[in-house]
């Protein structure tokens, strides 16, 4: 068999050759929208290489992108990594004191920020001790004021380079291509490093039916932020199959991301579960033809069986959640219907897709406890570990490593259950299980089972100190507008009848809104300690 390296450089060429005049639509404001082809893709692609090559970027040089979901952070997906340079994704939501700690621990040295961004970075430069050029993103020319001399126009920039500019061709697939951070909920960040081989594979699976099925027929708009786990890899594969892309740009809303659905004949399009709870708000209340999704993706944290429910029978679209981390590239396993669950009953169909889903080709993982492997049989927890070709083997220069990666697996911290079919269910963090009288209570099923009903918006459920069996679970609900505070006991009557009688919780208390992660999720140790004066009857 021939030797060659993969890498991300062929799927420039690729798209270049084959679907030269596929669209790329971006959105950059709220009434900006620019329409490319692959073509010009690839041509400025190769320019912004040439550029950052002439104002310092060398071969693993560690370059920082501070943008929105739009088509220059897509060049920038290639044109950094395909010179063999690493392109660090830098959360946009984080606050200073950990945008300083990231970017400072990566080493970055070139920055490409997005110019309504451009604030944030200018309030932290004092403390960015590597950073040597800035490179502003903007629609024009523009630069805005700075104290920082060595700033440079991104289009400016692409305009003065070379049209014949030819990326590298002898790059190694073991060669960093990308990195990302941890969305940490306690601690710094950690830095996960992606190679050219895992990205290459990654964007390979995503085009299996049983994956999400993308290809050049699809029309792909990834809400999952690019900063976050390479927008799922999505960018990467859609470039690759000549996908036409939608890049829905900022501060977007659930009004926005319907608008470019319909308009854009949008067929597959992922995100966390929040971004689909707005969304069906917003159809709820004006439906819209949404005929063209052939699949909605979910992530992040467990998908409600209402809401998949509603997606699915309510407005015909099909809903399919998926499990993965920072550390996994990220897709590790989707939930899809197999050949045997043709005649299940419509609920268990609905119950099989609430599950994490079955484990993706190329990857394996294992549910353990302290007598090994667990049974699959739906109920016995355990610890789920991975490993594959697109798994991390270790965080960025951080001591961190042992905790998570031992014996040649990744140890996620997710409790979890295999079923029958060979479905992943996660229950739980370790951190979040609740332990009552010396029995583990599931957080997660609770909140799904609570967020079956109509009242309910949003439900968290975390553990309260209890003098007599030690933990005790606490709901923290976020109402539909159009309820109040007197559904109480009729929740607690719902839930009775849902799970067993002493995973009931104790109380329920009602809130504005439960605490989120800076990617949408459930932000549970904020929550406790917003919570931890909260006395529950012994």
């Avoid at 009434?31 to 490319?36: A, C, E, T, V």
């Avoid at 110019?115 to 200018?122: C, M, N, S, V």
């Avoid at 976050?228 to 036409?244: D, L």
């Avoid at 719902?494 to 329920?508: E, N, S, Y």
Wanted: charged share 25%.
């Amino acid at each position: 068999m021939m030797d060659t390296q993969l890498v991300l450089n062929g799927f420039v060429k690729r798209v270049e050759t084959y679907f030269p005049h596929k669209e790329i639509v971006s959105r950059t404001s709220a009434d900006k929208i620019h329409r490319l082809t692959y073509k010009d893709f690839a041509t400025r692609t190769r320019k912004l290489a040439s550029a950052l090559e002439k104002i310092g970027m060398t071969k693993g040089m560690k370059v920082g992108s501070f943008a929105w979901n739009q088509h220059r952070h897509l060049e920038a997906y290639f044109a950094v990594p395909c010179t063999g340079a690493v392109l660090h994704m830098i959360n946009i939501r984080l606050a200073d004191e950990h945008l300083e700690y990231i970017i400072n621990h990566a080493q970055d040295e070139i920055l490409l920020v997005d110019i309504d961004l451009f604030e944030t970075i200018e309030r932290i430069l004092p403390k960015l001790t590597t950073v040597k050029q800035i490179v502003v993103m903007s629609d024009s020319d523009d630069l805005p004021e700075s104290q920082f001399s060595a700033l440079y126009s991104y289009e400016k920039l692409l305009a003065e380079a070379p049209d014949d500019y030819q990326f590298p061709t002898d790059l190694d697939e073991n060669l960093p291509a990308a990195m990302c951070y941890t969305s940490a909920t306690t601690g710094f960040p950690k830095g996960v490093v992606y190679t050219h081989r895992g990205l290459v594979l990654h964007a390979i699976n995503l085009g299996l039916v049983d994956s999400f099925g993308l290809s050049e027929r699809s029309v792909a708009l990834p809400v999952v932020p690019m900063f976050h786990v390479n927008a799922w890899g999505i960018p990467f594969a859609s470039v690759n199959f000549g996908a036409k892309l939608v890049l829905p740009g900022p501060n977007f809303t659930s009004h926005t991301l319907i608008d470019l659905i319909e308009e854009e004949r949008v067929t597959f399009t992922a995100g966390v579960p929040t971004i689909w709870m707005g969304v069906l708000q917003e159809l709820e209340k004006t439906p819209r033809d949404m005929s063209s999704l052939e699949m909605v993706a979910a992530g992040g944290s467990a998908s409600p069986p209402a809401l998949i429910q509603k997606f699915t029978h309510k407005f015909g679209i099909p809903y399919k959640t998926v499990y993965g981390m920072t550390e996994t590239s990220p897709i590790v396993s989707v939930a899809a219907l197999t050949s045997e669950m043709d005649d299940w009953s419509e609920e268990e169909k609905i119950a099989a897709l609430s599950t994490q889903g079955l484990t993706v080709p190329l990857i394996e993982t294992e549910i353990i406890n302290e007598d090994g492997e667990v049974p699959a049989d739906g109920q016995t927890m355990g610890e789920l570990r991975i490993r594959g070709p697109w798994i991390s083997s270790e965080y960025y220069n951080d001591e961190r490593t042992i905790d998570a990666y031992r014996d040649g697996w990744l140890y996620t911290g997710d409790i979890a259950v295999r079923t029958p079919q060979g479905n992943i269910k996660i229950t739980d963090r370790t951190k979040d299980l609740i332990k009552s009288g010396g029995e583990w209570i599931s957080s997660v099923d609770l909140e799904n089972a609570l967020m079956a009903h109509d009242a309910v918006f949003e439900a968290a459920v975390i553990a309260i100190p209890h003098i007599k069996w030690q933990e005790r679970p606490l709901a923290c609900v976020v109402l539909q507008e159009g309820y109040d505070t007197s559904v109480k006991d009729e929740l607690k009557t719902f839930l009775a009848t849902q799970v067993a009688k002493w995973w009931m919780p104790d109380d329920i208390v009602f809130v504005r809104e439960i605490p989120k992660t800076s990617v949408g999720k459930f932000l549970k140790a904020k929550l406790r300690d917003d919570m931890k004066d909260y006395q529950l009857t012994p």
